[in-house]
């Protein structure tokens, strides 16, 4: 679906796509200039197409997820928040979104502890 706005420059379209696969094929192949994607999505355009040099400009939005266990599965929960704040502490956390989604940990989740 192509859409035009009139803040826009009149040869600007805004185009959405119905999936992951069809925006990163159009960015990589120069269709479009510009993303609107999640980090992990961007790292991994970069990385099949390292001559796109794509990088974050701002945040649209911060998503956060949790994690889930069983109503009264506290020794769980204890085990999973205790290493959550121990890897916050050290780093190691911090570590491991950037390697798999390209940025750090957003603040509010580090200043969180």
Do not use: H
């Amino acid at each position: 679906m192509m859409l035009r706005s009139r803040t826009w420059p009149p040869s600007a379209q805004v185009v959405r796509f119905d999936d992951e696969a069809t925006t990163l094929t159009s960015i990589t192949s120069g269709q479009i200039k510009v993303v609107a994607q999640n980090p992990q999505m961007v790292k991994l355009m970069n990385e099949r197409n390292p001559k796109l040099e794509l990088e974050q400009k701002f945040v649209l939005k911060q998503i956060q997820f949790g994690i889930g266990v069983r109503k009264g599965d506290d020794n769980l929960k204890n085990w999973i928040n205790d290493w959550i704040q121990a890897n916050l502490k050290n780093g190691k956390l911090n570590e491991l979104y950037k390697q798999d989604i390209g940025t750090d940990l957003p603040e509010e989740i580090i200043n969180a502890q």
